[in-house]
């Protein structure tokens, strides 16, 4: 899989479309999520996410500008509920063959004042029942649904049943199903992140107990730095104590296991082995 870099951004196609707006094109790169787009310094009115590995319609920064997003072809199964807050403009978004399942998700969109055209074809959301309905009734904005204009008729439809007793119901379901899928997606994603980078992930309370034991061991820690600092020979060992406090991690000469001299060794060599958790 491809980063998203600025580098990358600023060597892709950028253009002037059919109609008239600035666009960027990021097609075929097969990026895994939305990042570094500060890059764009907000110059594009449409940005081409099409035919990527991209999982969650997130992680914008603040694009007044942005106008139009396309992501066919990719892996979407989350939007973020705070896009109306980085991309207030936006009026168009495709999602056609996605992966987006559940219709709680459509709930994200609600607050976004300008989105008029929105296609969710070939996504296993378009197939659950009252789809149509349901997206109507929560973007009341919309005026395109998957290429079909929506009618009065299906938005005073779409409101009356919603409203009525079997509608709250299915409102109640679908808000149920929203939590559970994001408890799902949030512990995939992290599972995924680790194998991607190839780095295992510790444990949280691995990570308390650590602090427990930095809290318990404070003065001692006080006493065993201000006399390695009276006894620096020099400002270049004064500098790689320096190094070794600034990991954030309780040197070694500190807590018995070897000397000042031995740590600032290590220091030098780039290297500052953790404090194991016994």
Do not use: W
């Amino acid at each position: 899989m491809v980063k998203l870099t600025p580098d990358l951004i600023n060597n892709c196609i950028q253009r002037i479309n059919p109609i008239r707006d600035r666009e960027l094109n990021l097609r075929g790169l097969k990026i895994p999520m939305i990042e570094n787009l500060g890059a764009t310094l907000n110059q594009f009115d449409t940005i081409d996410f099409s035919d990527n590995d991209i999982r969650k319609l997130d992680n914008f920064p603040l694009l007044p500008r942005l106008k139009n997003i396309i992501l066919n072809n990719n892996r979407v199964v989350r939007i973020s509920p705070t896009l109306h807050e980085v991309i207030p403009s936006l009026e168009s978004l495709v999602l056609t063959n996605n992966m987006l399942q559940d219709l709680g998700e459509i709930d994200n969109l609600s607050k976004l004042q300008h989105l008029t055209h929105l296609t969710l074809l070939f996504s296993p959301v378009s197939t659950k029942e009252f789809f149509r309905q349901y997206v109507i009734f929560r973007l009341p904005q919309l005026k395109v649904l998957d290429f079909k204009k929506i009618t009065m008729k299906e938005r005073d439809e779409a409101k009356a049943f919603f409203k009525s007793k079997r509608g709250k119901e299915i409102r109640k379901e679908i808000a149920t199903n929203r939590s559970t899928d994001e408890e799902f997606v949030e512990d995939d994603d992290e599972e995924a992140t680790s194998v991607s980078n190839g780095i295992a992930l510790k444990s949280s309370h691995k990570a308390v107990r650590r602090g427990q034991l930095l809290a318990e061991n404070t003065s001692e820690v006080n006493e065993k730095i201000k006399e390695a600092i009276r006894n620096a020979t020099s400002l270049e060992e004064i500098e790689r104590l320096n190094q070794v406090l600034k990991s954030g991690q309780i040197p070694q000469f500190m807590t018995g296991s070897t000397t000042i001299t031995e740590t600032l060794a290590t220091a030098a060599g780039g290297e500052v082995e953790e404090m194991e958790d016994n």
